[in-house]
């Protein structure tokens, strides 16, 4: 079991990475699968280790990376497809905190001081990445759903689509980086106790 957790992880950093091809070359609905495929990976590697007691230091590690490459890089490449202000200001300020207690883990950890994500099953840290891979799956959806529509293209059904998934993506985009923020005061809060400490 330990095994298969890891291999999930192994195959979400590596769908993080072949999701910019594959959205340079605009092969839209593979991204949108691959996409979808990792994000579920995320949840489910998650439970099985909890449940089968199949958590290993690289699986943790594997895990962590996995999940900021899976939405760093699509972040990314999504505001360069569409570099309009309401996309590329939360990506670019999503990035610069994960960056941030990317940072403050670091200097604990020359302290020999672990940060945890909180286990809360309703952390705002969790809430944010959920609102994150909602709004991504929103946007992908969007492009794949294009390849659909012609001229001659009558469907309500993907009318109905065009219209309301940019509603789901851009408000999940904006509501994400709210919880991104909540999140960040959070871990500040306890850097500070930490470093009270350390006096």
Known sequence: ???FVNFLSAFRIAASFAIIPTL???MFWTTFILYVLAAVSDWFDGYLARKYNACTKIGGVMDHIG????????????????????VVVPVILMIVRELY?????EFLGTQKIEMPVPKARFSMGKIKTTLQMISIAAFLLIF???TLITPASDSRTLMYLIYIL?????????LSLVASVWSATQYT?????HLKKMK
């Open 1 to 3: 079991m330990k095994f």
């Open 24 to 26: 340079m070359f605009q």
């Open 67 to 86: 999940d900021k490459l899976l939405v760093v890089n699509t972040l990314i490449m999504l505001s360069i497809m569409m570099p309009v202000w309401f």
């Open 101 to 105: 207690i990317s940072g403050l883990r």
């Open 144 to 146: 794949a759903i294009g």
């Open 166 to 174: 940019p509603q789901v993506g851009i408000w999940g985009l904006w």
């Open 189 to 193: 809060k306890t850097f500070l106790g």
